[in-house]
């Protein structure tokens, strides 16, 4: 079931009432789709470290994994999240393998 939905514009200030009604809205938004995992013991974080410390150049990574610089300088600054494909091509170029622990 798909629902339209209609963008809101404002001419006027929010009231008190608006303000608290949009909070409350966010907040279930933000629990609905909490933020990705970024910790140091996140695959990305690991993989962004890999690149960073690599003798290669992020270029050089991008290029060999035949995947946009742009895509990589993007996922390095945390601007952007990647693909899991565009992962495994980068993990790839890197030697870095996954591994899981109990």
């Known amino acids: 079931m798909s629902r339209k939905i209609d963008r809101v514009f404002r001419d006027r200030p929010l009231t008190l009432d608006e303000v608290a009604k949009d909070e409350h809205i966010r907040h279930a938004v933000k629990a609905e789709f909490p933020p990705a995992a970024s910790g140091t013991n996140s695959f ?56 899981a622990t109990a």
């Open 44 to 99: 990305s974080e690991a993989l962004r470290n890999a690149i960073r410390q690599s003798s290669q150049s992020a270029d050089e990574i991008a290029q060999k994994a035949k995947v946009s610089p742009i895509v990589v300088s993007r996922f390095l600054s945390g601007e952007r999240d990647i693909h899991l494909e565009t992962a495994d091509r980068l993990a790839d170029v890197l030697g870095v393998k996954l591994t």
